[in-house]
Structure formats: structure tokens, C-alpha cells
């Protein structure tokens, strides 16, 4: 089995910089690594989503490329 990724590791896969702009919005709903994203319900998914546009300033394409990079988890 393999190791789950940090959250910034991952964030970072997205994009350079994603982490530094980003991660505060998936620690606050309790995320910390890839194997947490796995697990990720939509209930949660919204909330990450509601403060990386609330509280990170997150546009919609930065929104449409972590939803991609979550949909490759699942």
C-alpha cells in the first residue's frame, strides 16, 4: 500500500504554490494528507470549497483543477 502524500505535497502536485495559497481551507475541514482526500464525502468537499472561495480567494479554473485532482483520488 502506498504512503498518503502530505496535503501540501499534494496541493503542490496541482500546482506550484497551491499549498502556500490553499492548504488552510482543507486543514480547517480536518484534512491532512492524500488518504483523507480519498475519503473526502460531498458534504465536506463543500466546506473545502466554501473557504477556498471565501477565505483563500480562489477563482473558479484554481477550483476546477483541485476538483480534478480529487477526482483522480477517488
Not at 30 to 53: F, K, N, P, W
Amino acid at each position: 500500500m502506498e504512503q498518503p502524500r502530505s496535503l501540501k505535497e499534494w496541493l503542490e502536485g496541482i500546482k506550484p504554490g497551491y499549498a502556500s495559497r490553499f492548504a488552510v481551507a482543507f486543514e480547517a475541514a480536518g484534512i491532512e494528507d492524500s488518504d483523507d482526500l480519498e475519503h473526502m464525502d460531498l458534504g465536506i468537499y463543500r466546506v473545502v470549497e466554501a473557504a477556498l472561495t471565501q477565505k483563500c480567494d480562489a477563482k473558479p479554473m484554481h477550483l476546477k483543477k483541485i476538483r480534478l485532482a480529487i477526482e483522480l483520488l477517488i
